[in-house]
Structure formats: C-alpha cells, structure tokens
C-alpha cells in the first residue's frame, strides 16, 4: 500500500513538473513574441533624421543656389523677388532687413511654425516650435543667387536646428520630424521663389 501511494504521488509529482514546464515555455514562447513584436512596431515607426544640405565653410544647414535668366537685368529680377515677397510675407516692411534695388540686394528674416505628430507619425494641429531664418538674395544682370540660412527655433536664446540631428537625442524621432517638416516648408518657399524670379511677370492690359 505504501509502496503504492509512493508511486501516485510520483506520477503526481512528475505530472506537476510537467504542467510547470508546459507553463514556463508558453510564457517564454509570449515573451519573445512581445519582443518580437515591439521591436518590429519601434521599426516600424522609427524615423530617420533627414539629411539636410550644408554650408561647405561653417557645416551649417543652409539652402543655397545661383541661377541664370539670360537677358533679364538685376533691377527687373529684384523686382520680381520683391513682389513674391511681398505675396508671401504678411507685413513685409518689419520682415525686410535690406532692401537695395541699386545694388541688387534683398533680405528677409522669414518664420514659420512647427507642428507635433503624433505616435502614428500623423501631423497634429499643436505647435511645438517657432523656426526662423535669414534669406538673402544677390542679382545681376541675367543671375541671381540666394542662400537660406541661420536657421534656428525662436528662444530666449538662439537655438539653431542642428541640435535636432543628434541621434542619441532621446527625442530622436520627434527631431527627425521637425527637421523633415522644415526641409519641406522651405523646398516648398524656394520652389514658389525660383518659379516666380524666373518668369516674366504678365503684361497688364489697358482696358480704358
């Protein structure tokens, strides 16, 4: 009879070992399957901080280019940079730093806002930053050149944009965001800019 318990109670034994081993590899088997799956929705959602042209001589972010409009003088140029500028700018005087058309020199400290996107990477309503830059324009006789720079977030004291490319910032993916959301905002000024420099404005017609 001893003999015999003994043995139900090692078959008891061995069958609660054995449940504890089937419940020790289902909570592993769950655990790698979380990693797992948090690893590939970090990948997921991750995003890369985007490379920005630089200024050769400071390694600074700037946007610079020169082009020619073969037989268009400095003063017709400045003229069409002016009037983008002023369908582009709300209160253009307090905007204006110089404004030489003799000399073929404009420049404008420009804003704009910065806006959060949420954990979906989706562009949200709130503001998060205010950015600022120079833009200075140079024009000659059939060429003009510009150059967007000293880009920085409105603060009590400068803060440029190029403390957002750190990539061990652990607001990494909030940066990345910013600075794409920038790149876009100012391919998209200079695209509009080029556009209106390089075509001849419409001859008005006289109507009288």
Do not use: C
Not at 70 to 89: E, P, T
């Amino acid at each position: 009879m001893l003999e015999h318990n003994l043995r139900i109670r090692g078959s008891e034994s061995k069958t609660d070992n054995s449940k504890q081993i089937d419940l020790m590899k289902h909570i592993l088997i769950m655990l790698l399957v979380a990693v797992s799956t948090t690893g590939v929705a970090q990948k997921k959602n991750s995003v890369e901080i985007p490379q920005l042209p630089k200024n050769a001589e400071t390694g600074l972010i700037a946007y610079s280019a020169r082009h020619a409009v073969d037989g268009v003088s400095s003063g017709d140029l400045y003229d069409r940079a002016f009037k983008w500028a002023g369908d582009n700018y709300k209160n253009l005087g307090e905007k204006l730093r110089v404004q030489n058309r003799e000399e073929g020199r404009l420049e404008i400290f420009g804003r704009f806002p910065v806006f959060a996107h949420d954990k979906k990477g989706e562009l949200t309503n709130s503001k998060i930053a205010l950015v600022q830059y120079t833009f200075g324009i140079d024009f000659k006789d059939g060429k003009y050149r510009y150059s967007l720079s000293k880009i920085n977030q409105k603060a009590s004291s400068y803060q440029p944009i190029e403390q957002w490319e750190d990539p061990n910032d652990p607001n990494r993916s909030n940066n990345a965001y910013k600075l794409i959301d920038i790149d876009l905002h100012i391919q998209a000024l200079l695209e509009g800019f080029n556009k209106a420099v390089q075509t001849a404005p419409k001859d008005k017609k006289d109507d009288w």
